[in-house]
């Protein structure tokens, strides 16, 4: 059975950081792509940042750019999502979610996993 579980999430001020965590397991992911998503309350899911397993890219939305950065353990079978210079604008529920067409990393219909998500509030 697969598995994304994230953690990581909390409250923050304006400009502070966090580090999302997302581990997976249950099957084998080196052939898939790794997404981040935040729902922001009364607004769509949206994709914040992807990256494959086996190949160094990386895929990020306009919004969180310079800000943002997705990583992974292959060994660990997790990735990441360090925030940095973090705004209220940020204020979402986060979710990591595995997608197993690499064409498609930056569209939420080709992610078939989904973890439970994790919140992270951004203060004034």
């Known amino acids: 059975q697969v598995q994304l579980v994230e953690s990581g999430g909390g409250l923050v001020q304006t400009g502070g950081s966090l580090r999302l965590s997302c581990a997976a397991s249950g099957r084998t992911f080196s052939n898939y792509v790794m997404g981040w998503f935040r729902q922001a309350p009364g607004k769509e899911r949206e994709f914040v940042a992807a990256i494959n397993w086996s190949r160094p890219n990386t895929y990020y939305t306009d919004s969180v750019k310079g800000r943002f950065t997705i990583s992974r353990d292959n060994a660990k079978n997790t990735v990441y999502l360090q925030m940095n210079s973090l705004k209220p604008e940020d204020t979402a529920v986060y979710y990591c979610?595995?997608?197993?067409?690499?064409?498609?990393?930056?569209?939420?219909?080709?992610?078939?996993?989904w973890g439970q998500g994790t919140q992270v509030t951004v203060s004034s």
């Open positions: 979610a595995a997608n197993s067409n690499p064409a498609a990393a930056m569209s939420r219909r080709s992610y078939i996993y």
